[in-house]
């Protein structure tokens, strides 16, 4: 069973920083393109960053330049740094593979950006 669970959102000021953590258990990370996703209330849920087998990324454009994803193997953790953050990165953040498996969305960990 494939189980992710995500953590370190919480408040920041506009032009703070997070990082954000995903605990994957059932599923090596290392074996699949993993991703970051966000969703708003009303909004569909959209893909923010992603990291390939061989360490391929891409970002959204809106966070291109501010986020980075890593992934550490030995830990089976993907991570995502935020920086210059801004009250439209305000979002429920989520990680999964990339295609998500559906069985396999967390709680998500809550990301507000505001003064």
């Known amino acids: 069973q494939v189980q992710l669970v995500e953590s370190g959102g919480g408040l920041v000021q506009p032009g703070g920083s997070l990082r954000l953590s995903c605990a994957a258990s059932?599923?090596?990370?290392?074996?699949?393109?993993m991703a970051w996703y966000r969703q708003t209330p009303g909004k569909q849920r959209e893909l923010v960053a992603y990291?390939?087998?061989?360490?391929?990324?891409y970002y959204a454009d809106s966070v291109k330049g501010r986020f980075t994803i890593s992934r550490d193997n030995a830990k089976n953790a993907v991570y995502l740094q935020m920086n210059s953050l801004k009250p439209e990165d305000t979002a429920v953040y989520y990680c999964?593979?990339?295609?998500?498996?559906?069985?396999?969305w967390g709680q998500g960990t809550q990301v507000t950006v505001s003064s």
């Open positions: 059932g599923i090596a990370v290392s074996a699949y393109g």
């Open positions: 990291i390939g087998k061989s360490y391929s990324t």
């Open positions: 999964n593979q990339n295609p998500p498996r559906e069985s396999s």
